[in-house]
Structure formats: structure tokens, C-alpha cells
């Protein structure tokens, strides 16, 4: 089977199945079973695909019929400059969610004693390219689940700007015993809304409701 007799197989599969984004899905599912570029499927279709890689391609391919997601399938999703790991258990990247990382890109600036919480991390997708762009900032990356924090700590250890400390296990609706000198703290509580983002302020060595006030000054967090 060519590359464009397999393209064209998985396409008329996913169509059939219902799935919207049929002819892009397509061609993701045949470059990641195939190991091609996109160049080389545009340019060279008549290629023959190698009975491994069509018999990974058809998997794939019923996988996305079935419904799962594209993005689980790939193993990896664009965002911003960066490429994340995602998989079951993790929320997938999204577009949108890059005017969130823009606007703090905004409100940093000039605030070079702030520290930045993305709470419920997951990818790490905002906190890793607020921490790259913003590098001399503190960034913490709080996660609870075990599938997620196995994703966030794999794409983590590309990044030397950041160290062990900066990733924190814990249940942030339940309390963070980490960032408090009298025991749990409930962040949540410690959320502040201001302008449509989450903000909260944060001394050195707690977190604390008198403090809500100097949240748009001292801190931002990610919910």
C-alpha cells in the first residue's frame, strides 16, 4: 500500500466514524505510524508503506474511530513554542489556553519578585512557557494526579531553569502543607479574581488571606 492509498483508506475510515477533522486526523495518524514528515507525504505517495507500518496505522486508526482523542494517540501536543507529552489523564493543550500564557506574559512584566502557581498543572504546558519566557521568576507546577505528574516531570527534565522543589505533589482543594508554617492551607480560599484571572499574593514563607488584598502585585495563579 502507497502512502496515498493509505492516506486515503484511514481518511474514508474516520469519515465513515463521524469524525470531524477527518482529512487533518488522517495525515497526523499516517506521519506518526509511517515516521514520515509531512513534505513526504504531500511529495511522496508513491512510497510503499511497510506492512509494520500499515498494520500500526490501521490501530491507530480504529482508536481514533472509536473516539479517542488525536492528541492521546500522538503521545505529544504543540503549544506555544513547546511540544508536551499528553495521554490519558492529562487535559489536552488548547489554542486558547496561549492567550492565557500571553496575558501573563503582560502582567510579569516589571514585577521581577513575583511568583507564579499553575495549580493542577497537568502537561505543565502554562507553567513551563511562563517559566521559559520569565526565567528568572519562581514557577511552581502543583499537580495531585499520578498519570499527570508522570507527563509533567518527563517533559521537565528537559529544562535546566528548573529544579526538583519547583514540582509539588499535592491536592490543592485539600491544602499544600508546603507553603505554610502552621500546617494545610487551603489555596483555594486564596484564589483572588481580578480583571477575569486568577490572582493570589504569596510572602516568602506563606500563604495569607491578609495578603488577598496585594494579590495583583506580588503574585499570579494559574486555576
Same mark, same amino acid.
Given at each position: 500500500m502507497t502512502l496515498i492509498d493509505a492516506f486515503k483508506s484511514t481518511e474514508n475510515m474516520l469519515m465513515d466514524a463521524g469524525i470531524d477533522d477527518y482529512r487533518f486526523d488522517s495525515e497526523c495518524l499516517l506521519i506518526k505510524a509511517a515516521g514520515k514528515t509531512r513534505r513526504d507525504v504531500l511529495c511522496h505517495g508513491d512510497d510503499v508503506l511497510s506492512e509494520h507500518d500499515e498494520k500500526l496505522l490501521l490501530k491507530l486508526a480504529k482508536r481514533r474511530a472509536? $473516539? &479517542?482523542?488525536?492528541?492521546?494517540?500522538? $503521545? &505529544?501536543? #504543540?503549544? @506555544?513554542?513547546?511540544?508536551?507529552?499528553? $495521554? *490519558? %489523564? +492529562?487535559?489536552?493543550?488548547?489554542? *486558547?489556553?496561549?492567550? /492565557? +500564557?500571553?496575558? !501573563?506574559?503582560?502582567?510579569?512584566?516589571?514585577? &521581577?519578585? !513575583? +511568583?507564579?502557581? #499553575?495549580? @493542577?498543572? $497537568?502537561? %505543565? @504546558?502554562?507553567?513551563?512557557?511562563? =517559566?521559559?519566557?520569565?526565567?528568572? /521568576?519562581? +514557577?511552581?507546577?502543583? &499537580? =495531585?494526579?499520578? !498519570? !499527570?505528574?508522570?507527563?509533567?516531570?518527563k517533559k521537565m527534565r528537559g529544562f535546566t531553569i528548573f529544579r526538583t522543589k519547583n514540582i509539588i505533589e499535592c491536592d490543592v482543594l485539600s491544602g499544600c502543607s508546603r507553603f505554610t508554617e502552621g500546617g494545610p492551607y487551603n489555596i483555594k480560599s486564596a484564589v483572588y479574581k481580578i480583571g477575569g484571572t486568577s490572582l493570589f499574593a504569596k510572602g516568602r514563607s506563606d500563604l495569607s488571606r491578609k495578603?488577598?488584598?496585594?494579590?495583583a502585585k506580588t503574585g499570579l495563579c494559574f486555576t
Open positions: 472509536l $473516539g &479517542e482523542p488525536l492528541q492521546y494517540i500522538l $503521545g &505529544e501536543w #504543540d503549544f @506555544c513554542e513547546f511540544t508536551f507529552n499528553v $495521554g *490519558e %489523564g +492529562v487535559l489536552i493543550p488548547r489554542p *486558547e489556553t496561549e492567550m /492565557l +500564557v500571553e496575558n !501573563a506574559d503582560l502582567f510579569l512584566q516589571n514585577r &521581577e519578585n !513575583a +511568583v507564579v502557581y #499553575d495549580l @493542577c498543572s $497537568g502537561s %505543565g @504546558c502554562i507553567g513551563i512557557t511562563v =517559566k521559559n519566557r520569565n526565567p528568572s /521568576l519562581d +514557577v511552581y507546577l502543583m &499537580e =495531585k494526579y499520578p !498519570a !499527570a505528574l508522570s507527563y509533567l516531570r495578603r488577598l488584598s496585594t494579590a
